[in-house]
């Protein structure tokens, strides 16, 4: 649970980031609330689709050499604002694509800051670790 929180919470700041710096993405009422509600509507999105479409456009990804996950991200932008439209504005694919790059590399950074990754990947190894200090 405390994974998907901050999750969520580097979702809404990669959002706010995205949507400063990309002139096609806009979010309605630039406050902590609303962009914790995008936040938490793409990381379900993520959860939830992401998967799917990454299984289904699987030989589209291989044949460009992964590029193609570029325009997952994008779709899932699009996905999002689309679902609560009186909160996010996304115009054109060509902005979604340049927001789900931005956001994915926001969203690699804070990751790695907030170690979500390899608290993760511990747990799959089934890795325990005692801090005896």
């Not at 962009?35 to 990381?43: E, K, S």
């Not at 992964?66 to 609560?84: A, E, K, R, W």
Request: hydrophobic letters at 60%.
């Amino acid at each position: 649970m405390r994974n998907f929180v901050l999750r969520v919470i580097i979702y809404a700041i990669a959002i706010a980031i995205v949507a400063e710096l990309i002139p096609g993405i806009n979010v309605i009422n630039d406050d902590i609330g609303t962009l914790l509600i995008i936040g938490l509507v793409f990381g379900i999105v993520n959860a939830l689709l992401k998967p799917i479409l990454m299984l289904l456009t699987c030989p589209a990804v291989i044949l460009t050499l992964g590029l193609f996950i570029l325009v997952i991200n994008g779709v899932m932008l699009m996905i999002t604002s689309s679902l609560i439209p009186g909160r996010l504005q996304v115009e054109g694919l060509g902005a979604a694509i340049l927001g789900g790059i931005v956001m994915s590399i926001v969203s690699m950074v804070l990751e790695s800051v907030f170690r979500l990754n390899k608290e993760e990947k511990r747990k799959e190894d089934g890795v325990v670790i005692i801090d005896r200090r």
